[in-house]
């Protein structure tokens, strides 16, 4: 089996670039930055999975979930699966290489063209053409495409009806996912989906396009140098350039080695809105001059994962993986259609409402996390008639992404990253979605239940896999933290308000200054594009043509 990660022991002491995060940005940025000639390195803090390689079973996906608050932490450092739990809201996000593109549904939306029109954007965001040009890169290296089949899913057939009170009909879904085997952007061979929906504990099939098959083989087909198990805990200025403090992710090497550090001339974070402002947070601590904005205007981005429960049809929303566990209906990518509403309303009420898959090896928790919403007797049928078979085969499972006010707050507390927003549950989104939801499971028969999926582990509060902000874009260090090239302002010079610190950026979910309406991997990838478009001009470097070399990614 071919890995593109490389042994921590084998890391150099200094680069000229260093690629903190391997998520959408990250990708972006080791690729592109790569390819200019730049002697590039990237860290990662989770493992690397290969296709076969992902957990597909309840006891291998256990065994690969991380849950941390501001107290206390299980699971592994290392886990796929990271749910930080707070007060006000909990935050679910990926940890491996590819960061949440291993375990999101792939959804490749472009947001309302008012979003990026919205004043809290520096300018040249929508002035200068080149998030356009960003959008177009970001689609030829990802492909999304729509499911051929998708009208013909259970699922999707469930979703027109519970689509009817709102006289919009739903749509296939673009996602990044291949239905035709093809080699795909960076070479890879990609076989096509099996329509197994176990997308978002990872795709065992290869059909997927993650960051870890298109940007990352990318970098390393022009000579990036990829390293995993890497937490890093801040960035420092020295010489000119910049020490960056990392320790490896397992907590007793860690413990033996302590913390190690690496140089570089340019430091681009891209470790999602978490990681990022965590990162700079505990870089202030230790002397960098940064801007006050640091760590506000998080934004849960409208998430709500929702079902409902006792369905008058077959839904068919629950994944048999590959190789199938059940003979069932043809279950289809995680999300194959998704219904636009108040499309021609205000902004911020506007909606997708999508129809999502429960994942095969989840499937078990089911009866469980029914059962204190009154599903007893449905916990008992599936016990004799199997999940496949039983209620549980008319459950619809929702995903809705909306627009929410962006007044979250990042801080560390106890050396931890934690969220604060008090009143985050009375946000107007979260009444709109109730309403739609009522309405959606009222057409099919069903009832609605909030996330029962959280509440035996996390307590029912809102629950986000799309985090942004934290880092947001601004004119100067007075409204952001990073500029429209995603430099890092200086902070606290009065006199120089849009003084930026040479060689430090943030390319990643965190420099979103707002939300914006739809699963944001499409924006993160245009937005990192357009930066590195802007660092190649301002440093007058062009692209190289790598080996074009194809990267096997076999199954087991």
Known sequence: ????????????????????????????????????????????????????????????????????????????????????????????????????????????????ARVFKDKCWPEEISQDGLLEKGFERAKRMLRPSTNPQARQLTKYKALEKASKPFGTPPRAAEVTVNFHDTNNSANVPQPACTQCGDCLTGCNVGAKTSVALTY??????????????????????????????YSPTDTKSSDENGPLSITAATVILAAGSLGSTEILLRSRENGLALSDRLGEGFSANGDIIAFGYGADIRVNAIGVGEPPKAETDMVGNCVSGQTRLNEDGPLEKGMYLQEGVIPSGLSPLLPIAFIPKGAVLGAAQSLIKGIYAGPFSRLHSFFAVGHDAAAGRLVLKKDRLSVDWPDVHEQPVYKRVDTVMRKATDATGSTYVKNPLAAPMLREKPLTAHPLGGCGMGADAKSGVVNHKCQVFAGGDEASPDKIHAGLYVCDGSIMPRSIGVNPLLSITALAERAMTLMAQDNGWHIRKPARRAVPVPAE
């Open 1 to 112: 089996m071919v890995s593109l990660s490389k042994s921590l022991g084998t890391i150099r002491p200094h680069y000229d670039v260093v690629v903190i995060g391997s998520g959408y940005g990250g990708g972006v940025a080791a690729a592109r930055l790569a390819g200019y000639g730049r002697r590039v390195c990237v860290l990662e803090r989770g493992k690397e999975f290969l296709t076969g390689q992902f957990p597909d079973k309840f006891q291998t996906i256990r065994r690969e979930v991380q849950i941390s608050g501001t107290s206390k932490k299980f699971g592994p450092r290392n886990g796929l699966f990271d749910f930080r739990v707070g007060d006000d809201i909990d935050v679910f996000v990926g940890c491996g290489l590819g960061g949440g593109s291993l375990i999101n549904a792939g959804v490749a939306l472009r947001p309302d």
């Open 216 to 245: 990352l083989p990318l970098a390393s087909q022009h000579g990036a140098e990829i390293f995993t198990g890497a937490s890093v805990s801040h960035v420092a200025r020295e010489d000119g350039g910049w020490c960056i403090w």
